[in-house]
Each structure stands twice: as C-alpha cells, then as structure tokens.
C-alpha cells in the first residue's frame, strides 16, 4: 500500500512530468484556460483519459503486443488508443455546459503530457495496478501544476509587475521556481 | 474549427509546437536529431494532406497525419539504435511526441488550408519552412542546455564556472522565462519607439 502511496505522491511532487521531462508545456505556450476552475478540468479530464489510456494500453502490450512479438508497434498502438478515446471524449462532451473549458478535448490531444504520461507510466511501472496508480499521479501532477500556475497569475499583485514580465516569461519563470520546490521533496521515501 | 489557435499566423504555431520535445533537445545533437525527425514527418504528411484536403474530412486526415507521425518516429527510433545508441536512449520518450509537433504544425497549416485555399506548393513549401524553423530553434535551445550542462559546446569549452544548475528541468524554465522577458522588453521598447515615431 505504501508503495502506491509513494507512486501517486511522487507523480504529483518530485516525479512530476512537467518538472522532470518538461512535459505539458503546451497550455503555457499555446491555449490555456481563463480560470483556475477550468484549468483545474482540463487537468482532471486529462488524468482520467490518461488512466484510460493507460489500462488499455497495458491491457494490449500484455496480451497482443508481447505475446505476438509486436512490442515496436506499441509507441502506434498508444496514440491509436488515445485518438479513440479523444474521439470517444470529443462526443460525450458535445453538449458540455458553459463552465466547462472550450475547446476541451482539442486542448487534451494538444498536449504532450497525455501521450508523454501514458508512454512513461509503461515504461515505469511493473504490474496492473501500479501502471495505473503511477498514471494517476503523474495526471494529478499535471493538474496541480495547471491550477497553481493559473491561481498565481490571477493575483492582484501581477497587475504590479513590469509589461516585460507579464503573460509567458512570468509562468515559466513560476514554472522553474515551482519545479525547483518540487524537487525538494525528491529525498522522500 | 473555431479554436484560436489555429487562427494565429502559421508563425505563431512555432511556440506551441515546441512544447512537446523542448525538454528532450538537451544537447546540439540531441536538437537536431529530433528537428530532422520532426522535418521528415512534416514532409511525409504534408503530400498525404495537400492530396486529400477537399476530398477527405479533417478528422480523418488528422488521424491519418499522426499515424503516419507516429511511424516515421518509430522508424527514426530503429535507426538511432543502430546508429547513435547514447541519444535514442537519450530520447527516450521524446521521440515518439514528435507526432504532437505534427499535428500542431500540419493542423495550423490544414486549417488554413480550408480557410484560405492556398495552392498545394505554397501548403507544402509553408510546412517545411515552419519544420526547418522548429529544427532551429530546438538547435539553439539544444545549444543553450549543453553549455550550461557541461560548460563547453562540442569539444570547446566557453563557461568556466559550473551553470549545470541552470541546465536541468527547474533551472532552464527559469532561463527561458529570462530569455522570454528580454525578448518582450525589447518588442514593446521598439513598439514604443514607432509610437513615438508616428505620434
């Protein structure tokens, strides 16, 4: 039990894909949110196709991919499955009420950390249960690093900050602090 | 499709394109595999794009395009194990994220495309021109990361202090963000300027 504890913990902390692989970076360079809120969705609807993705994905390595010798399709098999389940997502959310993000599912399939986060919890993680609880973690890392980031930027006190500073050289710069912090807890466990 | 993104200038689809191979260009070398790797799969998918557009719907070619991403990425994945074993280990998961940059880069252009029906030359010639400029910025980022990381480019040594600090994940945001500032200040400094100018 431990051990899923220190997966899901380190997921979000010390073994964060943004932190550790710069992965995710697109809602920083590209689109991101308008509020904390909808960053806060766009994290957790990323988390649930990656742990998704992620027990199709082991499901098929472990009785296709491996057994048939057909391991160097899996990179193909992953992005298949995660195209499936984006489409599948892209018509569940058709009729999304007005406090969802727009553009949801495009923003999802926009950003490296669903695939990077599916093709390193594979890599990663042993068993079933620990390739989805490392999942988790890593899909909740990306969401709290999503929420911190907006919630930081919406204060007041940016307002104050030179034009020079504001928009994307404030988030990276608030990016690397946080990474740095984050880093700091990588001696747990 | 109404999404903003796709709305900005191909120019602009520069940055979101760097997005998912930025951490992996940690060397020069380490670039310029994944800007060539990315610059073939954009000219592999740009023909199956410029033929079907029109005739096919865009999703389908979306898929068709990261397919065929995904592909050349795997093949480039064989032939750097052979070849240069240290960065295909080195890019690990980097590699097949190229299909992301694809689709970012073709996307744009493939909306454009229904937007503003620019002949089949001018899609391909604009795709492998924003691949070309995505290849040299993650040079130069490359570049950046490996001087501070072991002080020297290549076999010549620039920095006599250790940066390598500012070479990792947490240090280097700090530096692009940095970087970024300069480049902002500079911008409004010269848009003050024509202000001024004209005023």
């Known amino acids: 039990m431990a051990e899923f504890g220190y997966l899901l913990i380190g997921g979000v902390l010390w073994n964060n894909v943004i932190v550790t692989h ?24 990323t988390t649930v196709l990656v742990v998704v993705a992620v027990t199709a994905g082991f499901a098929l390595r472990s009785m296709v991919l491996v057994p048939m010798e057909l391991i160097y399709l899996e990179h193909l098999t992953l992005v298949l ?84 500073l504001r928009g994307m050289p404030l988030q990276f710069m608030t990016l690397g602090m946080i990474a740095l912090a984050l880093q700091g807890f990588s001696g747990i466990g | 499709m109404n999404y903003p993104l796709f709305k900005r200038p191909a120019l602009a689809l520069l940055f979101p394109a760097l997005a998912p191979t930025l951490g ?3 060397s020069v070398r380490a670039g310029l595999v994944l800007g060539a790797v990315i610059l073939v799969a954009v000219l592999v998918t740009a023909p199956y794009n410029v033929v079907l557009a029109g005739r096919v719907p865009r999703a389908v070619r979306l898929v068709g395009t ?27 998961v980097f590699l097949p994220l190229v299909t992301i940059n694809v689709v970012i880069l073709r996307q744009g252009v493939l909306y454009e495309a229904d937007e503003a029906q620019p002949r089949a030359a001018t899609q391909f010639a604009q795709s492998a021109w924003l691949a070309l400029l ?48 300069v480049g902002q200040a500079l911008r409004l400094a010269s848009q ?6 004209h005023g």
């Open chain 1, 22 to 45: 710069l992965l995710g970076l697109y809602p920083f360079l590209g689109e991101r949110p308008a509020t904390v809120a909808q960053n806060g969705i766009l994290g957790l609807v």
């Open chain 1, 81 to 164: 499955v995660l195209i499936v389940l984006l489409a599948g997502a892209a018509r569940v959310l058709r009729r999304a009420p007005a406090w969802m993000p727009e553009h949801l599912v495009l923003r999802v399939s926009l950003n490296s950390a669903a695939l990077g986060v599916v093709i390193l919890s594979l890599e990663r993680a042993a068993g079933p249960a620990h390739t989805i609880v490392a999942a988790l973690g890593l899909g909740l890392g990306v969401t709290v690093l999503l929420v911190l980031v907006e919630a930081i930027e919406e204060r007041p006190e940016t307002k104050l900050l030179p034009a020079w």
């Open chain 2, 24 to 26: 992996g260009a940690v």
């Open chain 2, 66 to 92: 990261a397919v065929l991403a995904v592909t050349v990425s795997t093949l480039a994945r064989f032939v750097l194990s052979v070849t240069d074993p240290f960065v295909s280990e080195a890019l690990g």
């Open chain 2, 134 to 181: 995505l290849m040299g910025a993650l040079v130069g980022i490359g570049a950046v990361r490996e001087v501070l990381l072991t002080g020297a480019l290549g076999q010549t040594a620039i920095l006599a202090i250790d940066l390598s600090f500012f070479g990792g994940p947490g240090g280097v945001l700090i530096v692009v963000g940095s970087l970024l500032a």
């Open chain 2, 192 to 197: 003050r300027r024509g202000d001024a100018s």
